[in-house]
Every structure is written in structure tokens, then in C-alpha cells.
């Protein structure tokens, strides 16, 4: 079965870096689109980034343009996201999906604060 495990979260503080990364699993990784979604309790859930299924194709939303950067290794089967000069609005929960198909990680917590 699919299987999409997130990892790297955790709290840091504002200019601070984290590389958050999804093992991938029950599926062909190399043949799907990837993307990374946050969420904030109360709103709904927002698409971070999107990179093709060979990588050459890359999508950011306009607020992490310039700080985030996502990667994925089709030998491995993970897709990350380094994620730089952090801010406090970018504390959220972290989830990791096949952008095609209604497929999501677990989540990972990210916490932006002094």
C-alpha cells in the first residue's frame, strides 16, 4: 500500500533553517509528481511546492519563493524540502503527498518562534 512518511520537523527559531524530507513507499516513485502542503489549525491546507516526477519541474507558492527549496531522489524514493531564512508564519504542519492522487504522510510539525 502507499506509504508516505514525514520527517525533519521540529522548532526553530525565526532565520533558522530545517530540512524536512518523505520516504516513499507501494507505489513507482519516479512516475508521480510530488508536492509538500502545510496546514495551520483552522485553515485549510496549502500547497507549499510541486516538483515533477524526474524533477526538472518546479513549483513554489509565492511566500516561500526565494527560502524553500524541494529536491526529491528517484533512487531513493524521498522527496524534501530545505527550508531557509524561516519565519513564524511558517508554522504549520508539514505534510508530504502525491500531487495527483489523494495520498498524504502522516505530517511533521514545524514551529517558527523565538
Known amino acids: 500500500q502507499v506509504q508516505l512518511v514525514e520527517s525533519g520537523g521540529g522548532l526553530v527559531q525565526p532565520g533558522g533553517s530545517l530540512r524536512l524530507s518523505c520516504a516513499a513507499s507501494?507505489?513507482?516513485?519516479?512516475?508521480?509528481?510530488m508536492s509538500w502542503y502545510r496546514q495551520v489549525p483552522g485553515k485549510e491546507r496549502e500547497l507549499v511546492a510541486i516538483?515533477?516526477?524526474?524533477?526538472?519541474?518546479?513549483i513554489y507558492t509565492d511566500s516561500v519563493k526565494g527560502r524553500f527549496t524541494i529536491s526529491r531522489d528517484n533512487a531513493k524514493n524521498t522527496v524534501s524540502l530545505q527550508m531557509n531564512s524561516l519565519k513564524p508564519e511558517d508554522t504549520a504542519v508539514y505534510y508530504c503527498?502525491?500531487?495527483?492522487?489523494?495520498?498524504w504522510g502522516q505530517g511533521t510539525q514545524v514551529t517558527v518562534s523565538s
Open positions: 503527498k502525491i500531487y495527483t492522487e489523494n495520498y
Open positions: 507501494g507505489f513507482t516513485f519516479s512516475n508521480f509528481r
Open positions: 516538483i515533477s516526477a524526474a524533477g526538472g519541474s518546479i
